[in-house]
């Protein structure tokens, strides 16, 4: 293979189309991790590398408040999204951990890698006991007043609700935030069904 063709960008556009990755591009994937550990890279090492319990440590290294927050939102991702190994619930205590409020301010990517982790996880397990922990943080969070010049459309709030929108209907918040944020008819709706998830998992 041509070196030029080596890079982390290509490698994961291939992915993203389903073409084949070679030996020497997983194997370069691996390189890069270990000497250059971008987002990217972490993510890629994720879709081209099983969740062995040496893969999973390496990955496991970059989810700490020690590194980039990007680069942690993306060991998030690959240990425990959709699109990375779904581990989540080997991780669900460290998830809320790293989805705390008071972490919104300074690290707000690795909160959003996590709730949506827990979303995910939510909808594949109906977990009741995550359900309530969720929902009393929903309905707890503090008053906070929020700068004029926020970069983000989505607040901390809109985040945590839509992980319990995606664990009730499989829809991802942000395409439905408009109905359910706006509407609060619609928002209490959602929030009796994650009551009744609740009430259904603690009879079982």
């Not at 590398?49 to 990007?70: G, Q, R």
């Not at 690290?107 to 359900?131: A, C, K, M």
């Not at 970069?151 to 985040?159: L, Q, T, V």
């Amino acid at each position: 293979m041509n070196p030029d063709e080596l890079s982390v960008k290509n490698i994961i556009n291939k992915i993203k189309s389903g073409e084949y990755v070679s030996d020497e591009e997983v194997s370069y994937i691996g390189n890069q991790v270990e000497v250059n550990p971008t987002g990217q890279a972490i993510q890629a090492f994720a879709a081209t590398h099983e969740p062995t319990e040496k893969n999973v440590s390496k990955i496991l290294a970059f989810w700490n408040d020690d590194v980039d927050d990007y680069v942690c939102s993306s060991a998030i991702s690959a240990i425990c999204g959709p699109n990375g190994w779904e581990l989540a619930k080997s991780y669900v205590e460290r998830l809320m951990t790293y989805s705390a409020v008071e972490r919104w301010e300074k690290r707000w990517d690795s909160v959003i890698r996590s709730l949506s982790s827990l979303g995910y996880y939510l909808h594949n397990t109906q977990d009741p006991e995550i359900y309530e922990r969720l929902l009393n943080r929903l309905l707890t969070l503090p008053v906070v007043e929020r700068g004029v010049n926020s970069r983000f459309d989505e607040d901390y709030e809109n985040c945590l609700f839509d992980a319990l929108l995606y664990g009730v209907t499989g829809h991802h918040g942000i395409a439905y935030k408009a109905v359910y944020h706006k509407n609060r008819e619609s928002e209490d709706k959602v929030l009796d069904m994650v009551r009744e998830k609740i009430r259904l998992g603690l009879k079982r």
